[in-house]
Every structure is written in C-alpha cells, then in structure tokens.
C-alpha cells in the first residue's frame, strides 16, 4: 500500500485558508463543470475547507459530493461551509490519495484541485484515483505551475520569493512545477482518453492586489509554510521579512498583475 510521503507545504494558517475560501467552481473548476450530471457520484480530493465541494454538490442535486482531505482539523470548516448552503448531500471524511478508502467504482466524478503538486507519488494516486471512477466517469485534475507565474512590475525580492518557495516545496517531497506534468503523470497512470487545457488567475485590480499581496506576505512569515523554510535552513527570518515586505510593495504598484498559470486534465474511465 503506497502512503503520504510528502509535507503539505502551506499548511492550514488563516492566510493560506484566505486563498482557499475564495475559490469557487467557476473560477478553480470551469474546466469539469460541463461533465456534471444532476445524479453524479462526485469524489473532491484535497477538499481544504470546502468552498468548491459545495459548489460542486449544488450542481448535482441527485447525486452525492464526498469532499476529503488529510487534514481532520480543516474539515470542521468544511461542513459549515455546506450547512450554511443549506447542502444536504455532501459529506467529509479524511483520507490518503494514496489509498482511497473507498470501493472500485464508486463515484462518477473524482477531482481534485492543487492536490498533486502537494503529494508524494501523483502517478500512484492518479490510479487510485482512476480505481475508485466508475467506468464512463472522469477523473478531473487542476494544478498550478509555479514555473508559470508572471508578475508586473518586479520590485527587488519578488523573484527570490519564486526561488525559495520553489526549493522549499520540492525540499517537503512536492513538486511546485506540477501543471506542466499532469498529462504525462496521467499517461502514466494509465489514461488513454484525456483532454489537457489550460487556465489561469489574474489579479490586477487594487481590491485584487491588495488580497493577493496580503495573504502571501502573511503566508511568508506566519504560516506553516514559514516554519518548514526556517527550521529545513532554507532561509531566515530576516529573509522571509524581506520577501513579504516585497509583496507588500508589490501590492501598492498602480500597473501592477499577477497570472497564475494551471495545467488541466480531464480523464475518461
């Protein structure tokens, strides 16, 4: 049995779960929304505090949404999230990508959103992942590319930013690179059918900045994320200050944007 052997990177601060809250179906799933049947089966990997689960579970009345995540703490979050949208078919469990505790077969829809990058074997767990899809379902996956962040202007410690959370990821067993690599992971793991896409996040209004550049400079010296770079020696904190004042600055440019590029792949079983 193939288990976690990757550190979630970010970790669960109120910055990184600021990021996470904000996303929604449209904006993080537009890729597999067309796929939904009102009676679909749908399995959400890597759930986090279940805004797109509960997007998700609104577009399959019928049907069942079964958000996971390996982390129990955040799931509390999950299931007010559905409560408050009054969603009386979803529900969370934790879990291993690894080693879906779930039978062959038994969901028609099985997604997952920034999870890849984060675990230790993606091949390994597009399988399972493939196992637990009922046949003519789809199997949907959306990751970003960090190598496909682009930002204007540069204000000097943005691109040691880059450079650091890069090593730091790939340091926790991650692969920061991981939208570039879904469809060759996917071949892999034994897709024939597949359709790869791309799509991205832009941030660029003063509101936009301001939230984008915030929750990052927070995340650089508060978060989980923080704790792993000081303590595996990847930088200090004198650094990490550096790096979120950069963001900071970054934020009050007038010109300034920020595009996040994510590979997709929609996989028939």
Same mark, same amino acid.
């Given at each position: 049995?193939?288990?976690?052997?990757?550190?979630? =990177?970010?970790?669960?601060?109120?910055?990184?779960?600021?990021?996470?809250?904000?996303?929604?179906?449209?904006?993080?799933?537009?890729?597999?929304?067309?796929?939904?049947?009102?009676?679909?089966?749908?399995? #959400?990997?890597?759930?986090?505090?279940?805004?797109?689960?509960? #997007? $998700?579970?609104?577009? &399959?009345?019928?049907?069942?949404?079964?958000?996971?995540?390996?982390?129990?703490?955040?799931?509390?979050?999950?299931?007010?999230?559905?409560?408050?949208?009054? $969603?009386?078919?979803?529900?969370?469990?934790? +879990?291993?990508?690894?080693?879906?505790?779930?039978?062959?077969?038994?969901?028609?829809?099985?997604?997952?959103?920034?999870?890849?990058?984060?675990?230790?074997?993606?091949?390994?767990?597009?399988?399972?992942?493939?196992?637990?899809?009922?046949?003519?379902?789809?199997?949907?996956?959306?990751?970003?590319?960090?190598?496909?962040?682009?930002?204007?202007?540069?204000?000097?410690?943005?691109?040691? /930013? $880059?450079?650091?959370?890069?090593?730091?990821?790939?340091?926790?067993?991650?692969?920061?690179?991981?939208?570039?690599?879904?469809?060759?992971?996917?071949?892999?793991?034994?897709?024939? #059918?597949?359709?790869? =896409?791309?799509?991205?996040?832009?941030?660029?209004?003063?509101?936009?900045?301001?939230?984008?550049?915030?929750?990052?400079?927070?995340?650089?010296?508060?978060?989980?994320?923080?704790?792993?770079?000081?303590?595996?020696?990847?930088?200090?904190? #004198?650094?990490?200050?550096?790096?979120?004042?950069? /963001?900071?600055?970054? +934020?009050?440019?007038?010109?300034? /944007?920020?595009?996040?590029?994510? +590979?997709?792949?929609?996989?028939? &079983?």
């Amino acid at each position: 049995m193939a288990h976690e052997t990757a550190v979630y =990177t970010h970790g669960h601060h109120e910055s990184v779960l600021r990021s996470h809250r904000w996303r929604t179906a449209e904006n993080s799933a537009a890729y597999l929304l067309d796929e939904l049947r009102p009676h679909h089966r749908v399995l #959400d990997i890597g759930c986090g505090p279940g805004t797109i689960t509960a #997007d $998700l579970a609104a577009r &399959v009345p019928q049907g069942s949404v079964t958000g996971l995540d390996a982390a129990s703490g955040v799931l509390e979050q999950a299931r007010a999230t559905a409560q408050e949208r009054g $969603l009386a078919n979803t529900v969370f469990t934790t +879990g291993d990508v690894h080693a879906l505790d779930f039978a062959t077969g038994d969901f028609d829809v099985v997604h997952a959103h920034q999870t890849l990058q984060h675990v230790g074997d993606p091949v390994g767990a597009l399988r399972e992942m493939r196992r637990v899809c009922a046949p003519g379902g789809v199997v949907a996956v959306r990751d970003a590319d960090y190598g496909g962040m682009f930002w204007y202007p540069q204000p000097p410690g943005m691109d040691a /930013w $880059l450079e650091l959370y890069r090593r730091v990821a790939r340091a926790n067993g991650g692969t920061p690179d991981a939208g570039r690599r879904l469809h060759a992971w996917a071949r892999a793991a034994g897709f024939a #059918d597949i359709t790869v =896409t791309t799509s991205t996040w832009c941030f660029s209004t003063p509101d936009e900045r301001a939230w984008w550049s915030g929750l990052w400079a927070d995340r650089t010296v508060a978060s989980g994320y923080a704790a792993l770079t000081v303590e595996g020696g990847q930088a200090d904190e #004198d650094e990490l200050r550096g790096i979120a004042e950069a /963001w900071r600055a970054w +934020g009050q440019e007038e010109d300034g /944007w920020f595009t996040v590029v994510h +590979g997709e792949i929609l996989c028939r &079983v």
